[in-house]
């Protein structure tokens, strides 16, 4: 399985997101010019999984947000932070909707995936581990946490 989502998008239009199953998994929205503006999940407290999600955003889509792709998978929380960690490697900060993630706690569960699931998953984060180079300024500002939690 590739990191990143390659899937083709769909528009979010009431028809394509009733035509969605309750599974769990991870989303993309993006707008007209394919731009990804949020990454979510559909985790187990969602109501009616993927379909209940993407019909919120639907509803209130956020960052001019107008088409959508998913992935189902049971290991939605891992794959959700892969998305994210991906996104933030490529493009040095997160979608412009993703503003509930704390970009130094992704940079912190990066480096302990890697140390838990191997390289595969550190190249994933960059080739030295920091998902993204922003961080190596501001990192003598949280190294006290990190080293503390993480030795």
Same mark, same amino acid.
């Given at each position: 399985?590739?990191?990143?989502?390659?899937?083709?998008?769909?528009?979010?239009?009431?028809?394509?997101?009733?035509?969605?199953?309750?599974?769990?998994?991870?989303?993309?929205?993006?707008?007209?010019?394919?731009?990804?503006?949020?990454?979510?999940?559909?985790?187990?407290?969602?109501?009616?999984?993927?379909?209940?999600?993407?019909?919120?955003?639907?509803?209130?889509?956020?960052?001019?947000?107008?088409?959508?792709?998913?992935?189902?998978?049971?290991?939605?929380?891992? @794959? +959700? $932070? /892969?998305?994210? %960690?991906?996104?933030?490697?490529?493009?040095? *900060?997160?979608?412009?909707?993703?503003?509930?993630?704390?970009?130094?706690?992704?940079?912190?569960?990066?480096?302990?995936?890697?140390?838990?699931?191997?390289?595969?998953?550190?190249?994933?984060?960059?080739?030295?581990?920091?998902?993204?180079?922003?961080?190596? @300024? +501001? $990192? /003598?500002?949280? %190294?006290?946490?990190?080293?503390?939690?993480? *030795?």
């Amino acid at each position: 399985m590739a990191v990143r989502l390659d899937k083709p998008w769909n528009a979010l239009t009431d028809a394509n997101v009733a035509a969605l199953a309750g599974h769990l998994g991870v989303y993309q929205l993006a707008n007209a010019v394919d731009e990804i503006v949020y990454i979510g999940v559909a985790d187990a407290r969602t109501a009616f999984g993927l379909r209940g999600e993407l019909t919120a955003m639907r509803d209130n889509p956020p960052a001019g947000a107008v088409q959508f792709r998913i992935e189902v998978t049971m290991s939605y929380r891992t @794959r +959700h $932070l /892969e998305l994210l %960690q991906a996104y933030l490697h490529d493009h040095g *900060g997160l979608p412009v909707a993703n503003t509930d993630i704390d970009q130094a706690g992704l940079y912190f569960q990066c480096l302990e995936n890697g140390r838990q699931r191997g390289p595969d998953l550190q190249r994933s984060c960059g080739n030295d581990g920091f998902p993204h180079r922003w961080l190596v @300024r +501001h $990192l /003598e500002e949280i %190294q006290t946490t990190c080293y503390v939690r993480h *030795g």
